[in-house]
């Protein structure tokens, strides 16, 4: 007798590391006996991973679970927007789609398996229920997302992720450390770590031993990066708030064990803005720790986020963030202009700067981003630069689009006697005669790896 095997649709939203949380659903499902559906109309249900973390990522989720309800109509929802409450306590997507079938919010695998399982029943003994060892990813091969803990212990005034994702959990480091050789194993080439502050990694767990590794192993930034560069392949950090346990790694990333490349979000230079802001560190500091890094690893690359408009600001806390970023020089940095969350603290304040005058402000800042991103990529000139081939160039399928270990974008002119499919995922070795200030572009020298 034969059963129709269930099939599952999904729409996942937001950060890294919401998609990471939908690889791991995904994986479950896929242990379970259950397919993965690649639309609405071949789906049984459909499961829709949130954002919540701004207005319009708000909206777009919305649209999205809206959508789905008019394309399935039997829909799920997980992620950040689904664990909002309103003051009521009421839950907050309920109350904009009560037709929903159930919801959840982020870091919830196991209550989203056991609605899927109520509402689409799992098949009896299930053919399809192995997985790869690094279980089922949603980035192409050569790249993956590995995140490390979960949830954040700072309240920053502006933010709604605590509220959303909870305080900080870290995962054992032996943990990772097995689910990164898997991703090796499997053909990776770049880890991406992500968390929501990955230089806290291990405070909740007091950077406890973790006698389950082989070796055992501290759970702590410094011995998991350790960890991470012996497996021989591109480890990238990303959300590194500017603490001391940062400088221990640093001298990593000089031995070539993990990329030179620190994604810092500052937001803002001014101390009575961070103080409101409730941001750890203040710029003063920021500024010592970043020229004692570069002492250590002259090659390091940082890249920042920046708020505009945040209540209260005025033109001389504005024109200090300008001065920290002509300053520091970033490498890459992203502007945000404020965006006001309701139940955050930042919302109560009772002192909002004009849009017209936040607007000018952001389009300063980008202008001096810019301009530092532009010289920045001038040090590349006729230098050799390894670059991570991710595919073709959108604008022409005859040039190579590839990332170096500082996260430049680099072009290349595919090389005699290789096709794009044999490129992608291989590093190439790329001579620099064109630096841009959003890209690089060269012709190939020596053969892929």
Same mark, same amino acid.
């Given at each position: 007798m034969s059963h129709?095997?269930?099939?599952?649709?999904?729409?996942?939203?937001?950060?890294?590391?919401?998609?990471?949380?939908?690889?791991?659903?995904?994986?479950?499902?896929?242990?379970?006996?259950?397919?993965?559906?690649?639309?609405?109309?071949?789906?049984?249900i459909v499961i829709v991973n949130t954002c919540g973390f701004v207005n319009e990522a708000v909206r777009e989720s919305l649209d999205a679970i809206t959508e789905a309800l008019a394309e399935n109509g039997r829909v799920i929802v997980c992620g950040c927007l689904g664990g909002r409450k309103e003051a009521d306590g009421s839950n907050y997507v309920l109350n904009h789609c009560p037709k929903v079938l159930g919801v959840t919010g982020p870091d919830s695998v196991d209550d989203v398996i056991a609605m899927v399982e109520t509402h689409l029943p799992r098949p009896h003994e299930p053919w399809g229920d192995?997985?790869?060892?690094?279980?089922?990813?949603?980035?192409?091969?050569? *790249?993956?997302?590995?995140? %490390? =803990?979960?949830?954040?212990?700072?309240?920053?005034?502006?933010?709604?992720?605590?509220?959303?994702?909870?305080?900080?959990? =870290?995962?054992?480091?032996?943990?990772? %450390?097995?689910?990164?050789?898997?991703?090796?194993?499997?053909?990776?080439?770049?880890?991406?770590?992500? &968390?929501?502050?990955?230089?806290?990694?291990?405070?909740?767990?007091?950077?406890?031993?973790?006698?389950?590794?082989? /070796? /055992?192993?501290?759970?702590?930034?410094?011995?998991?990066?350790?960890?991470?560069?012996?497996?021989?392949?591109?480890?990238?950090?990303? *959300?590194?708030?500017?603490?001391? &346990?940062?400088?221990? %790694?640093?001298?990593? $990333?000089?031995?070539?064990?993990?990329?030179?490349?620190?994604?810092?979000?500052?937001?803002?230079?001014?101390?009575?803005?961070?103080?409101? $802001?409730?941001?750890?560190?203040?710029?003063?500091?920021?500024?010592?720790?970043?020229?004692?890094?570069?002492?250590?690893c002259p090659d390091i690359t940082i890249r920042s986020t920046f708020i505009a408009g945040f209540p209260g600001e005025t033109e001389e806390d504005f024109e200090q963030t300008l001065s920290l970023a002509e300053t520091v020089r970033y490498a890459q940095a992203y502007t945000f202009i404020y965006s006001k969350r309701a139940g955050t603290p930042a919302a109560e304040i009772n002192d909002p700067t004009p849009h017209e005058v936040i607007l000018e402000?952001?389009?300063?800042?980008?202008?001096?981003?810019?301009?530092?991103?532009?010289?920045?990529?001038?040090?590349?000139?006729?230098?050799?630069?390894?670059?991570?081939?991710?595919?073709?160039?959108?604008?022409?399928?005859?040039v190579l689009l590839g990332? &170096?270990?500082?996260?430049?974008?680099?072009?290349?002119? %595919?090389?005699?006697g290789y096709s794009i499919d044999q490129l992608i995922g291989k590093i190439v070795d790329v001579d620099i005669d064109v630096a841009k200030t959003w890209y690089l572009s060269g012709s190939v020298v020596g053969e892929p790896r």
């Open positions: 129709k095997i269930p099939v599952v649709g999904f729409v996942s939203l937001g950060c890294p590391k919401a998609l990471v949380d939908t690889e791991r659903i995904v994986t479950e499902l896929r242990a379970r006996g259950y397919r993965i559906g690649t639309s609405y109309h071949d789906a049984d192995l997985v790869p060892a690094c279980g089922v990813r949603l980035t192409p091969k050569h *790249y993956a997302y590995l995140k %490390i =803990s979960e949830g954040c212990n700072h309240h920053c005034t502006f933010c709604v992720i605590p509220n959303l994702r909870g305080g900080l959990v =870290s995962r054992p480091a032996g943990e990772v %450390i097995r689910e990164a050789r898997n991703l090796v194993d499997a053909g990776v080439k770049e880890l991406l770590v992500i &968390s929501q502050d990955t230089a806290a990694y291990g405070v909740d767990r007091r950077y406890a031993l973790d006698l389950r590794a082989n /070796p /055992p192993l501290r759970t702590h930034l410094l011995d998991l990066c350790r960890g991470l560069g012996e497996l021989g392949v591109w480890t990238r950090l990303h *959300y590194v708030y500017p603490y001391p &346990s940062v400088d221990e %790694i640093v001298p990593l $990333m000089a031995e070539g064990l993990i990329l030179p490349y620190l994604d810092v979000p500052f937001q803002h230079a001014h101390p009575r803005v961070l103080k409101a $802001m409730k941001r750890p560190a203040s710029a003063e500091k920021n500024l010592e720790r970043i020229a004692a890094w570069r002492a250590v402000r952001f389009n300063r800042l980008v202008k001096v981003i810019e301009t530092t991103a532009h010289e920045y990529n001038q040090v590349e000139l006729h230098t050799v630069v390894p670059a991570l081939i991710e595919g073709a160039s959108k604008k022409n399928d005859a990332k &170096s270990p500082k996260n430049q974008t680099v072009h290349a002119p %595919i090389p005699a």
